[in-house]
C-alpha cells in the first residue's frame, strides 16, 4: 500500500473546554472557614486539564480556616508540578498526604505550646479540614475525598453523588467527623475514576448548602444560569432554608473535552489505518515527506515538513508487516504520549512529541534534530576525554530528568544517543519506556539490548533506574574504549559475567586515572558498588579529579562463577583419580 492522504471524515476532538463559578457565604457563623479554588493547566500543559477542591475547616480560633486554606491552595499550587506521568491518583495521595502530615505536625506543637489539655479541648484546638478534590483530564474524571464536604455529578439529566461523607451515622453526631486532614499520622482518602461527558456538571459542596437542601432541589438550581449565577443561588437558597454554617459551593461546566489521557491516545491509535510505505514529496494531513530516515522492519522514520510551523519533523509509524498487531500500537502510542508529557516543562536532553490532530492513517509526530548518534560516530575518529565528560554529563542530567518522571528508559545504547548540529546531546526513543501506565504485557516485556543489559535483569529482575544507569556506563565504555566492557551478547545468547572488565587506562593509555575508576564503578558487576543514580554518576563526572572515586578491588573468583568452587573440586577429583589409576597400573605392588 502506496502513502497517500485518506478522506474519513471529520474525526476531529473537542477542544478542553469548561465554565467555572464558586461563591461563598459565612452565614450565621462568625468566621468563614470554607474555602475553594480551582485551576486549569498551563497552554503548554492544557492536557493535563483541571483541578478544583472544596475543603469546609475544622476547630475553633481561626485554625480551621488555616488548614482549609492552606489544604486547597497547596493542593492547587502543586498538582500540575507533579510528573506528568504519574497517575492522578498517586499524585493525590502524595500531595495530600503530605499536607496532612502538616497539618498534624502543626498541631502537635502548638499542643506542646498551650501544655496539657484534656482530650476535648485538644481536639477543638487543632486545626482540622475536610476536603474534596476533583480533577478533570481527558475523558476522565478523578475524585480524591475526606470528610463530609460533597461532590454531585448532574449527567443526562440525574444527579448523582459521587462522595460518601466521614461523619458518625447517630443524628447527634453527624457534625464529629472520622476522617479529616491533619487529624491523624496517616490520612485514608476515598478516590473514584470515572468518564466525563460534555455537558455534565460536577457541583462541590459544603454542609452548610446539602446539609439543608434536597437533592432535587441542588440539581434544579444548579442548572440555572452562568456556572456562577448557579453557585449564587444555591447559596442564598441554603441560606433562606436556615442553614447554620457556612456555605460554599463550586461549579464545574464541561463543555469540550480533550484526549489527554494514554488510554485515549491507544484508542485513536487502534483505529487508524496503517499508513503504508512513503516516499519524498508524499504529503500526509498536510506534512510532506523530504526524507526517508530508517526502516527497521518494525518502524519506519520519515523526514517531514510541518504545514503549519514550515519546520522540519519527523513521522514514526509502524512497518505494514507490524501495522495489525494491537501491541505494537498500543507501543507507539505509549511513546507518544511520554514525549509529550516529560519534556513539558524540560525539554533539554530529550525529543519533543507534538500533538496529531485529525490524523487519517497510523503515525505520531517527534521534533526533528539534525546531528548524528553515537552509533554512527563510533566508526569515526577517537574521542577526545573532554567529548566524553561533556557528553557524559548532559546525557546523565538528561537520563536523571527521565528518573523524576518516574520514567525507565529500558534501551540506553548508541544507537538511542544523538549529538544535535546544535551541541546538545539527546536520548532517543521511548518506544520500549516504562513510565507505570503502560500495559503489564509491555511491562513484561524482555526489552532492550543485550550487551548493555545489566547482570540483575539476566537474574531475572525487572529493569529499573539502575539499569538505565549502568546501560550508560557501557555506552560510554564503549565509546572511550571501542569495546564493550563483557563483551558483545547476542539475542539467543544470555550475559556472561564471569571476569571484571579490563581498565580503560589499558586500552587507552591517556585516560586519567579518576575517570578510570568512575567507568571501573558504572559498570560493576556488583549492584551494591555500581552508581545508584544518575545524579550520582553525574556529580562524580563534574567533580572530576577533584573529588577522585577508589579504585574497586577485583571481584572474587567465586562471586564471578559460583560454580568455580565446584569446578575447582572437580578438576582436583579427576587429577587425584588419574594418580590412582597411574598407581595401579604401572607401580610395583
Known amino acids: ?52 477542591a472544596i475543603a469546609d475547616g475544622v476547630s475553633s480560633g481561626g485554625r480551621g480556616k488555616e488548614a482549609a486554606q492552606t489544604s486547597v491552595m497547596g493542593l492547587i499550587a502543586d498538582f500540575f508540578a507533579t510528573p506528568a506521568t504519574w497517575d492522578t491518583t498517586t499524585a493525590l495521595d502524595r500531595l495530600i498526604g503530605a499536607q496532612n502530615a502538616w497539618l498534624v505536625s502543626q498541631n502537635r506543637q502548638r499542643q506542646s505550646q498551650d501544655g496539657a489539655v484534656s482530650g476535648d479541648e485538644s481536639a477543638g484546638m487543632a486545626a482540622l479540614t475536610t476536603l474534596t478534590a476533583l480533577v478533570l483530564q481527558g475523558q476522565s474524571y478523578t475524585v480524591a475525598h475526606v470528610g463530609d464536604t460533597r461532590l454531585w455529578r448532574l449527567s443526562g439529566g440525574e444527579l448523582q453523588l459521587l462522595t460518601q461523607d466521614h461523619a458518625y451515622p447517630h443524628p447527634d453526631m453527624r457534625s464529629r467527623l472520622t476522617r479529616a486532614v491533619g487529624l491523624d499520622d ?84 487502534r483505529a487508524l489505518p496503517a499508513l503504508g510505505r512513503c516516499r519524498i514529496g508524499d504529503v500526509i494531513d498536510g506534512y510532506t515527506v523530504t526524507a526517508v530516515v530508517a526502516d527497521t522492519g518494525v518502524h519506519r522514520l520519515y523526514q517531514a515538513r510541518d504545514p503549519h510551523s514550515d519546520e522540519l519533523v519527523v513521522l514514526k509509524t509502524l512497518h505494514e508487516s507490524r501495522a495489525a498487531d494491537l501491541q505494537e500500537r498500543a ?77 525507565v528508559h529500558r534501551d540506553i545504547k548508541p544507537g538511542n544517543v544523538h549529538l544535535g548540529d546544535d551541541g546538545q546531546w539527546r536520548l532517543l526513543d521511548l518506544g520500549v519506556a516504562l513510565s507505570g501506565q503502560e500495559s ?30 549502568y546501560a550508560l556506563g557501557v555506552t560510554l565504555y564503549l565509546w572511550l574504549t571501542g569495546r564493550l566492557p563483557y563483551g558483545t551478547v547476542e539475542p539467543y545468547q544470555s550475559g556472561r559475567f564471569r571476569r ?67 569446578k575447582v573440586v572437580a578438576l582436583l577429583s579427576l587429577l587425584l583419580n588419574a594418580l590412582l589409576v597411574f598407581w595401579l597400573a604401572f607401580l610395583p605392588k
Open 186 to 269: 496517616s490520612v485514608r482518602i476515598d478516590h473514584l475514576q470515572g468518564e466525563v461527558q460534555p455537558g455534565d456538571t460536577y457541583i462541590l459542596t459544603s454542609d452548610g448548602i446539602h446539609g439543608v437542601l434536597k437533592p432535587r432541589r441542588l440539581a434544579e438550581l444548579a442548572r440555572s444560569g452562568t456556572a456562577q449565577q448557579a453557585c449564587v443561588a444555591l447559596i442564598e437558597a441554603a441560606l433562606a432554608a436556615g442553614s447554620h454554617d457556612n456555605a460554599t459551593a463550586l461549579i464545574v461546566r464541561v463543555i469540550g473535552l480533550d484526549a489527554g489521557r494514554l488510554i485515549d491516545e491507544i484508542t485513536r491509535t
Open 440 to 469: 503489564s504485557a509491555a511491562r513484561e516485556l524482555h526489552a532492550g539490548t543485550p550487551s548493555f543489559m545489566n547482570p540483575e535483569q539476566w537474574d531475572g529482575a525487572p529493569a529499573d533506574a539502575a539499569g538505565d544507569v
Open 331 to 407: 507501543l507507539l502510542a505509549h511513546e507518544s504520549w511520554l514525549a509529550m508529557r516529560v519534556t513539558e516543562r524540560d525539554a533539554v536532553g530529550l525529543v519533543r512529541g507534538r500533538e496529531v490532530h485529525d490524523a487519517t492513517a497510523l503515525y505520531t509526530v517527534f521534533d526533528w534534530h539534525s546531528g548524528r548518534t553515537l552509533e554512527q560516530m563510533l566508526a569515526k575518529q577517537q574521542p577526545t576525554i573532554a567529548e566524553v565528560i561533556e557528553a557524559g554529563s548532559q546525557i546523565a542530567r538528561a537520563l536523571g530528568r527521565l528518573h523524576r518522571q518516574g520514567v
Open 1 to 52: 500500500m502506496r502513502c497517500h492522504p485518506m478522506a474519513l471524515g471529520d474525526n476531529r476532538g473537542m477542544s478542553f473546554e469548561v465554565e467555572i463559578g464558586h461563591a461563598s457565604q459565612r452565614g450565621p457563623r462568625d468566621t468563614n472557614e470554607d474555602f475553594v479554588g480551582a485551576q486549569r493547566a498551563d497552554a503548554h500543559e492544557a492536557s493535563r486539564g483541571l483541578i478544583a
Open 500 to 566: 571484571d572488565p579490563p581498565a580503560p587506562s589499558r586500552l587507552r593509555t591517556d585516560v586519567p586515572m579518576w575517570l578510570d575508576h568512575l567507568l571501573m564503578k558504572a559498570v560493576a558487576r556488583h549492584a551494591k558498588q555500581r552508581f545508584e543514580t544518575a545524579e550520582e554518576l553525574l556529580l562524580a563526572l563534574e567533580r572530576g579529579a577533584s573529588r577522585a572515586l577508589p579504585a574497586l578491588g577485583a571481584t572474587p573468583l567465586l562471586a564471578r562463577d559460583a560454580a568455580a568452587l565446584w
